[in-house]
Structure formats: structure tokens, C-alpha cells
């Protein structure tokens, strides 16, 4: 239960990612009041919230109205959370866990983006939404396993509303080479598990001779 919740709650970390959100809200925010910038946190965090919890809660239900085995599912998951780890590794922005250069050009004009963009795509976004279906179907209906896994992403998305709330302090602290270094660690440790999850849907698959 121990490497569940750690592989879980490691995951959540990467694809949510509270220290590029908490950057990336600081930058759009940075003329915004105290307290409207509390309160676009808050309704952001709501926001990601309820996305992630209806795509945990029906995926199961998902995946079999359109037919995928869970070993695509983790293949193809796999895949996905490889690529954003290696644009983590290298820096780059590629939508899965970031803004793109067009939203975030257009989140520059709105007044309010609690909604859009940060509570999606920029927390809640392709890279969450795929590894909360993965991790909530890889349990295969164990109560207790589903449990931890939600609670890992909850207690990530808390984490998130405190980084959001302390945004400032935290770009001032990090800068950009630190916020860079930490995206590159977690970057190959998301690249790691991506590759596991890859082992495990082609081992489940059946595509491969038992030994």
C-alpha cells in the first residue's frame, strides 16, 4: 500500500505540477489584489477538483463504454506521461501539463482565469485527467487501493492551493533556474513510471510469451 500511495501521490505531483501552476499564476496575477488573486485560487482549485474527481469516479465506467482493456489503457497512458516527462526533463512546454503560448497569450487579457487556464488545462490538465483514470482502473476495484490513490490527489491538490496562495514567495524563492531544476528531477522520475506503466500493459496485454 506503501509504493500505491507513494507512486500515486509521486504521479499527481508531476502532472498537476503546484510549482509550474503556482509560476505560471503569479505571472498572470501579478497586477490582480490580494484578494481576488485568494479567490481565483480557491475557485480554481474547486474547479480541478471536480473534473478529477468525476473522470476517477466514471472511468471505469468510461473505459468500458468504449471498449479499452486496461492494458491499453496503461500502455497508452504510459506513453502520454513519458512524453510530458521528457519535456520536463528539457524544459519545454507542451500543453500536457502547462499552458500553451496561445493560452497563455489569451489568459493575459481576462480578468478572472480561475476556470481557464488555470484550473484546466493548466492543474487539471490531459496529463492529470490520464493518470487519474490510469491509477483508479489499475487498482481493478479494490476499495482500498482506489481509496489511497484518491487520497493522494486530494492531499496533491491541497498542496497546489497552498502553492497558488504563496505563488509570489514561491517565485521569488525559486526563480526560473530553480523552478527548471525541480522540473527536471521530478521529469525523470514521471518518465520512470511512465515507463512501468508501459512494462505493465504490454505484460498484461498478452502480446508477449509467458516465460
Keep these: 500500500m506503501l509504493e500505491v500511495a507513494a507512486v500515486a501521490f509521486t504521479t499527481f505531483f508531476v502532472t498537476l505540477g503546484p510549482i509550474e501552476a503556482a509560476a505560471m499564476f503569479a505571472i498572470l496575477t501579478n497586477n490582480r489584489t490580494h484578494q481576488h488573486r485568494r479567490s481565483m485560487a480557491f475557485r480554481a482549485i474547486l474547479v480541478a477538483t471536480g473534473i478529477l474527481f468525476v473522470f476517477a469516479l466514471l472511468g471505469d465506467w468510461l473505459l468500458g463504454l468504449l471498449g479499452i482493456s486496461l492494458a491499453a489503457l496503461q500502455t497508452a497512458g504510459g506513453i502520454l506521461l513519458l512524453l510530458i516527462g521528457i519535456d520536463m526533463v528539457f524544459a519545454r512546454d507542451s500543453g500536457g501539463i502547462t499552458t500553451t503560448n496561445a493560452e497563455t497569450q489569451e489568459a493575459?487579457?481576462?480578468?478572472?482565469?480561475?476556470v481557464f487556464p488555470l484550473a484546466t488545462p493548466l492543474i487539471a490538465g490531459p496529463g492529470a485527467i490520464g493518470a487519474v483514470i490510469l491509477l483508479?482502473?489499475?487498482a481493478q476495484g479494490d476499495w482500498r487501493t482506489q481509496l489511497i490513490v484518491i487520497t493522494a490527489l486530494f492531499v496533491v491538490l491541497v498542496i497546489t492551493l497552498l502553492a497558488l496562495l504563496g505563488a509570489s514567495y514561491i517565485q521569488k524563492v525559486l526563480g526560473v533556474s530553480g523552478q527548471h531544476v525541480m522540473s527536471r528531477v521530478f521529469g525523470v522520475l514521471l518518465c520512470a513510471l511512465a515507463v512501468q506503466f508501459v512494462f505493465d500493459g504490454i505484460e498484461q496485454s498478452g502480446l508477449l510469451p509467458s516465460s
Design 108 to 114: 493575459t487579457q481576462k480578468q478572472d482565469i480561475s
Design 136 to 138: 483508479v482502473a489499475n
